[in-house]
């Protein structure tokens, strides 16, 4: 479509939506779209239960199949192409990441809990690559989630909650977007 057929099938049209157009026809023409634009998602989740004893506990029975069905959720390399998987030092979260890591056929990165800025930073490099899955903690999945976001949404999920998956979009244009689950 030329500039003046364009113009003769929207004369009335506003200024910016010709441009919009425009702008989307040039975009589909090159062979992309809105959906192939960059943007990154991170996957966050609690730490599956675990015993209450002290130390570094394992998971419990519920735990592990708790665990388990995060693997079925998202280890399907035909769905959502996870690129990283993320824990915390801790047993717990090693032991949740682990069963997904192992279908998808990638390692559980460590990051110890208490380095946030770390984690972020590795967190933007996979997004090249893919989304990421981040196992965490009661105070730091709600952390990252409102940091990924710039403070549009901080969740405080009860401390009994292990079954809160949070699933942050951040787009290249727009706000980002958090859908909360339950598995």
């Known amino acids: 479509m030329n500039r003046e057929s364009f113009r003769k099938k929207w004369p009335s049209a506003p200024s910016w939506l ?21 943007g990154s998602t991170v996957i966050l989740v609690r730490h599956a239960e675990r015993y209450h004893e002290p130390g ?18 998202f280890g399907d390399k035909g769905g959502t192409p996870v690129a990283r998987v993320f ?3 801790v047993r717990r979260t090693h032991d949740t ?7 998808l056929g990638l390692p ?8 946030m800025t770390g984690l972020l930073s590795q967190i933007r490099a996979a997004s090249r690559e893919g989304a990421s899955v981040v196992v965490g903690h009661s105070n730091t999945v709600p952390m ?5 976001t ?13 079954s809160s998956i949070f699933v942050v979009h951040v787009a290249f244009i727009g706000p980002p977007s958090v859908i909360r689950l339950h598995y």
């Open 108 to 115: 559980v990165t460590v990051v110890p809990a208490k380095d």
């Open 56 to 73: 570094d506990p394992s998971l419990t029975p519920e735990g592990a199949a708790r665990a388990e069905r995060l693997a079925a959720l």
């Open 18 to 38: 010709k441009a919009a157009l425009l702008v989307l026809a040039i975009l589909t023409g090159a062979g992309l779209t809105l959906r192939s634009l960059p």
């Open 87 to 89: 824990s915390s030092e």
């Open 144 to 148: 990252l989630v409102s940091q990924l």
């Open 150 to 162: 710039k403070g549009r949404f901080s969740p405080t999920p009860d401390d009994d909650d292990f």
């Open 97 to 103: 990441a682990e069963p997904l890591a192992h279908k």
